[in-house]
């Protein structure tokens, strides 16, 4: 279950950094307006870019795990390892 929260949570991050750099709400944000050359920066298409590429990367993040998810889940509970001698042999 944990594994499926963890999915949702980089699906909607992800999904928040790909899409809000291109919308008016980061053109008037409150550290924007009161420091001017953040707001150059901000307003950058390259910045833009580099911040949507994070959301892509948190998406690509949320497929991996939820393919591990789901392969972990068809294979079922793994069997209780017998005692080898990496740990010395005990039980």
């Known amino acids: ?42 307003t950058n298409p390259f910045v833009r870019g580099g911040v949507s590429g994070l959301g892509l990367v948190n998406m690509a993040a949320a497929l991996g795990e939820l393919a591990s998810a789901i392969a972990g889940f068809r294979r079922g509970p793994e069997p209780p390892q017998a005692p080898g001698p990496a740990d010395g042999g005990r039980p």
């Open 1 to 42: 279950m944990r594994r499926f929260v963890l999915v949702a949570f980089f699906v909607e991050v992800g999904f928040l950094l790909a899409v809000v750099p291109w919308t008016p709400f980061w053109d008037r944000n409150f550290f924007g307006q009161w420091l001017p050359w953040l707001q150059v920066t901000m």
